[in-house]
């Protein structure tokens, strides 16, 4: 069995102020996880993924996230906002299955 | 090149009503996927293809659910007598062959833009 928990729906931060987004996941197997992010209205976008080759992922428009398997998690952090950013973010898990199961969400605002 | 292409985008139908909804994988991808995005159940999976055969039905919400993929690329998913709760996003998304390492789950999926379903 599988699941992801988004600890936030919605978080506001300032531009140019560092981006937390937490994800806590449970899995019987050895995980992988991925970040997706989506536009109003656009498709849903990878950001970055984690497959056990390092800890700390980086991934594209400044985002990284670091799996930390003794606390299970795996947040998202960017140092510095923009207002680009704005959208909703899923955390992502998939273990011993080919489908992937999504986190409820977490809704960034990036006030300016 | 081309990503995954979903249509018809937007689909308004009457309660009851047979809908088509499809799927164009990128080409070359062998695995197939389909979501749904409501606002009450968020992302869920539906299914899944392995060229033309569907190794996982487990999301299927009931038997007016079904799909097929024909020729290891196109994909439709139909819905029959729909009801007002089908109302959703229905997401698709590919993924290449491979495995890496031998572990399946390492595969990025790909996901095309959705079409909107309302059920009225």
């Known amino acids: 069995a599988q699941s992801v928990t988004q600890l936030d729906s919605h978080v506001s931060v300032s531009e140019g102020t560092p981006v937390l987004l937490r994800c806590n996941y449970s899995?019987?197997?050895?995980?992988?996880l991925f970040w997706y992010v989506q536009h109003p209205n656009k498709g849903l976008q990878l950001l970055l993924k984690?497959?056990?080759?390092?800890?700390l992922v980086k991934g594209i428009n400044g985002f990284e996230a670091e799996f930390k398997k003794s606390e299970t998690s795996f947040h998202l952090t960017k140092p510095s906002a923009h207002m680009s950013d704005a959208a909703e973010y899923f955390c992502v898990v998939s273990a011993g299955r080919r489908a992937l199961t999504f986190g409820s969400g977490t809704r960034l605002q990036v006030q300016p | 090149g081309a990503g995954v292409s979903q249509s018809p985008s937007n689909k308004v139908t009457e309660k009851g009503k047979d809908v088509e909804l499809r799927c164009d994988p990128i080409?070359?991808?062998?695995?197939l996927y389909w979501y749904r995005q409501s606002l009450g159940q968020g992302l869920e999976f539906l299914i899944y293809?392995?060229?033309?055969?569907?190794?996982?039905k487990s999301g299927l919400p009931s038997d007016r659910f079904s799909a097929e993929r024909t020729g290891g690329s196109v994909s439709t998913l139909t819905i029959q007598r729909t009801q007002q709760e089908d109302s959703a996003v229905y997401l698709c998304?590919?993924?290449?062959?491979?495995?890496?390492?031998?572990?399946?789950?390492?595969?990025?999926?790909?996901f095309g833009p959705g079409t909107r379903l309302t059920v009225l």
């Open positions: 293809f392995q060229g033309n055969s569907a190794p996982d």
């Open positions: 998304a590919s993924s290449p062959p491979g495995l890496a390492g031998g572990r399946l789950s390492t595969d990025t999926q790909y």
């Open positions: 080409s070359g991808h062998t695995a």
């Open positions: 984690y497959t056990s080759a390092a800890t």
């Open positions: 899995s019987s197997y050895s995980p992988s």
